[in-house]
């Protein structure tokens, strides 16, 4: 699944649609977005070096994380940022996103920091975060110059719409997002956010622009939501080292597909595998009783031997529904009614009846039809 979206986001947006875009959500309970962003984000470079990708460069709005952080990680998965240096570029709202720095020190608003960089010709320093246009001009500009003009689409990666959301209104944020979607030059887009921060409603508006949306939830969850509890704390040693991925497509008929997965945190980086089946029980979780939550295999043979209440038993015979006239009665089976009397009162018999007559034939008989079809309720 996670290799779904790293496909969705490679292949990028068809001629006169919006560019795909993907939410990476998460919560304390399971905070391991940032784990899926840079897997992600790796991912796509990966393919954006093969020639794989329609996208022909990436810029990296870091918010969160100083731009040596990236360029490290994208070291340790083999990539050699000095020959690759013109196909990614890093906007650094981290290392002074007020300018306060830069009036300190009275120089420009739009340089680089080779001492707070590891390669200053690969990240620039943004120092207005509050203005969304501005923003928006950078990061255009910053992709052209990776890729130039014409048709040549590059990608865009915001490592925390949350650090946006403290300086701008949630109504410029959308803006500034559904601009870069409809860019005529942006493969795709995708961001970072941490909803338990934000109100329901600004999480549905960043849903909403997404044709992704990846959710992190904890793998168990903790009992009365207490997090102190000595017996939920195996739980919470749980949740620390795995947890639930949700993913969300929106296709472009309009249907929706939802997807899941187990995402595990390990020392060698993050693990996707399949969700264990629904019928599994996890051994480690079941309370300890003194009776047993499982049958035995004579148990479950006894169990689908069981006749159920009005199921039918053909026992190789046709099906014969009486409608309620004695008259249909086929009178080798007919009975008088002292024989009735005897078949109910004899003990050795293991099985009753309901004779039934119908008073006229202008009764109607029983049949799957509503005899108040007709009445206008």
Not at 154 to 167: G, Y
Not at 315 to 336: A, C
């Amino acid at each position: 699944m996670a290799e779904s979206i790293c496909r969705a986001l490679r292949d990028g947006a068809l001629e006169g649609e919006l560019a795909p875009a993907l939410t990476i959500k998460d919560s304390v309970a399971s905070p391991f977005a940032l784990q899926v962003f840079s897997h992600v984000l790796s991912q796509l470079f990966s393919s954006i070096l093969a020639g794989k990708s329609q996208s022909r460069g990436l810029v990296v709005v870091s918010f969160s994380r100083s731009p040596s952080f990236y360029l490290d990680l994208l070291k340790n998965k083999g990539t050699d940022i000095a020959s690759s240096n013109k196909q990614i570029q890093i906007l650094d709202c981290y290392s002074d996103p007020l300018g306060w720095k830069d009036q300190l020190a009275g120089s420009r608003n739009f340089t680089a920091l080779s001492n707070e960089v590891l390669v200053s010709s690969t990240a620039i320093v943004f120092r207005e975060v509050k203005h969304m246009d501005k923003l928006y001009n950078s990061i255009i500009e910053l992709g052209k110059g990776l890729v130039g003009g014409g048709k040549i689409r590059f990608s865009i990666a915001i490592d925390s719409v949350d650090e946006m959301l403290r300086h701008a209104p949630v109504s410029s944020v959308a803006r500034f997002l559904s601009n870069l979607r409809s860019h005529d030059q942006i493969s795709s887009i995708f961001w970072l956010l941490h909803s338990d921060l934000h109100e329901a409603r600004v999480t549905a508006v960043l849903e909403y622009l997404s044709s992704i949306v990846a959710s992190l939830e904890p793998s168990h969850q903790l009992a009365n939501g207490q997090r102190g509890d000595l017996e939920n704390f195996s739980l919470i040693k749980h949740n620390s080292k795995k947890g639930k991925f949700h993913v969300r497509f929106k296709k472009r008929n309009g249907r929706v597909r939802v997807m899941s997965e187990e995402v595990h945190i390990e020392l060698s980086g993050i693990n996707f595998t399949s969700l264990p089946s629904e019928g599994a029980i996890n051994q480690g979780l079941v309370p300890k009783v003194q009776f047993s939550l499982q049958l035995s295999e004579k148990e479950r043979i006894d169990k689908a031997n069981v006749v159920l209440p009005f199921e039918h038993q053909g026992n190789g015979k046709p099906i014969q529904i009486y409608d309620g006239r004695r008259s249909l009665v086929d009178g080798k089976h007919e009975r008088p009614f002292a024989a009735v009397e005897n078949v109910q009162t004899n003990e050795n018999c293991g099985s009753g009846e309901i004779i039934y007559y119908r008073d006229s034939d202008d009764e109607m008989p029983d049949s799957d039809e509503d005899p108040d079809d007709d009445l206008d309720i």
